[in-house]
């Protein structure tokens, strides 16, 4: 969908001039346009009552009402509609006044095309800016997918489908996923949601702790059962009785630890290290691993028999590059968790730092995403994150301080617009499976301009399938 624009003044030449200027497609600062105009500001406000523009541009005087009435009238009508005033007499009060009554910008008569072009590109991406910002509030003001899990891509809804389903038995489960993908939170997700809810929920990492700290760890110990036990203590496992009882990083156990694990889980029993009577426990297991555990089954460095035990349920987790559309949502969510925490008023992110965030790779995955957003919400200085507020490795930016032959403004404006072009064009034909026709729609562009700019930059739709 094009975005709309309304043109009012009373000087029909320069109405005629304005859209000229805006139809003229000399560069793509400003995508293609629906502009609507009139002559009169009672015709404008008409047209606004009739339907809902993106932008508004109208001369501050007229006959009859005046820009400012105008601009009271259709900010009364939209609230969110972006005004920028037109006047041949400029002076701080007016455009104080303009600003206060809530216009974006002003041009000052007589003005160039390209300072036309810029306005209009920075008012609809201001107005666009907002759009995505509520949107995204929107879907975090929605229900939640089960345990706080944030996303609205079809595998997060599959797991949290599964999730509600998993919770309501008693069944083992086996969480598989890539560093930072968020594996302990599904493992609390599924606790929450099930019977044993009120009971403890103890997660134990299995490769934090030597094997011989970790044994005494799991299953306790008896008073003096090796140096510097001066009492007994009970184990992890006896302490979630009840409840449930987290394995992260399974692949980690030694096998013979692995082995004393497996009699656990079958007998419904053990012993502390250095004791000699059986302990009764009832827990519900759940484990999870990074590692490719059937390829560790294969090469025997974990039990089979311990492994079909505990994979009663298998719960894959999609690394954050497989489901980059809940990069959005992620960030919103990071960026209100920061707010909180620092009281602060972070208000999202701009459209060209989403698509670098939706173009990185996340090696890290959420737990990455999550760093940056923080490490970007500790030093922006202003109210929205932009490129200049991502690491280095993300956005692409380099510094140009002391370079020898610092780039003009048109050169750097080019650039940055160039790595913008190509960032948003990857995104768009990520998130439609490299779809042309799609990517077109999303992008708001003909489909012969899409080619034209997958052509400039090199890239082929089928990367994206």
């Known amino acids: ?42 015709a404008g406000l008409d047209l606004l009552r009739e339907r809902t523009y993106d932008l508004l541009i109208s001369d ?82 929605r229900p939640p997918a089960i345990g706080g899990l944030i996303g609205a891509s079809e595998a997060i809804q599959e797991i949290s489908l599964l999730i509600k389903r998993v919770a309501k038995s008693t069944a083992n489960v086996m969480v598989l996923g ?3 993908t968020g ?18 929920f103890v997660q134990v990492d299995c490769g934090s702790l030597p094997e011989y700290l970790l044994e005494s760890e799991l299953f306790g110990h008896e008073k003096g059962a090796f140096t510097g036990a001066h009492e007994g203590r009970r184990g992890l496992l006896q302490c979630a009785d009840g409840g449930t009882f987290f394995l992260d990083e399974i692949c980690e156990l030694s096998l013979p630890l692995q082995s004393t694990i497996l009699g656990a889980l079958q007998d419904r029993r053990f012993r502390r290290v250095g004791g000699r ?35 009663v349920i298998a719960i894959r987790l999609p690394p954050l590059r497989e489901r980059l559309g809940d990069v959005p949502l992620l960030a919103t969510h990071f960026i209100e968790t920061f707010n909180r925490k620092n009281e602060a008023s972070i208000r999202g992110v701009t459209p060209r730092a989403l698509a670098c ?28 994150l932009d490129l200049v507020d991502l690491p280095e490795h993300l956005s692409g930016e380099s510094p140009t301080q002391g370079e020898s032959h610092p780039l003009s403004f048109a050169e750097e404006r080019k650039e940055h617009l160039r790595r913008f072009e190509r960032v948003y064009l990857e995104t768009v034909l990520r998130e439609t499976g490299g779809n ?19 052509e400039k930059h090199d890239l082929t739709p089928q990367r994206f399938r």
């Open 1 to 42: 969908m094009k975005p709309s624009i309304l043109i009012v003044d009373d000087e029909p030449g320069m109405v005629s001039s304005c859209v000229t200027v805006l139809q003229s497609r000399t560069d793509s600062f400003i995508p293609e346009l629906e502009i609507d105009t009139a002559t009169s500001a009672q």
């Open 60 to 141: 501050l005087r007229m006959v009859g009402m005046d820009g400012m009435e105008l601009l009271g009238r259709a900010r009364g009508l939209d609230p969110d509609l972006i005004v920028v005033m037109i006047t041949a007499y400029p002076t701080v009060e007016t455009a104080s006044e303009a600003i206060q009554d809530g216009a974006a910008d002003y041009l000052v008569k007589p003005f160039t095309a390209e300072q036309l072009r810029l306005v209009v590109g920075r008012s609809l991406f201001q107005r666009r800016l907002r759009d995505e910002n509520r949107w995204l509030r929107q879907q975090l003001t």
């Open 178 to 180: 890539e560093t930072g």
């Open 183 to 200: 594996k302990s939170l599904i493992a609390g997700a599924i606790h929450a949601a099930g019977p044993r809810r009120s009971q403890p």
């Open 277 to 311: 009577e059986p302990i009764g426990v009832d827990v519900r297991v759940i484990v999870a691993t990074n590692q490719d555990i059937e390829a560790r089954v294969t090469a025997g460095e974990f039990r089979e028999d311990l492994y079909y035990r505990l994979n």
């Open 357 to 384: 965030l939706n173009a990185y790779a996340w090696p890290g995955n959420v737990r990455e995403l999550q760093n940056v957003i923080e490490r970007a919400c500790s030093l922006t200085a202003g109210e929205i």
């Open 436 to 454: 042309v026709k799609d990517a077109a729609a999303r992008a708001r562009l003909p489909r012969t301009t899409m080619y034209r700019y997958l």
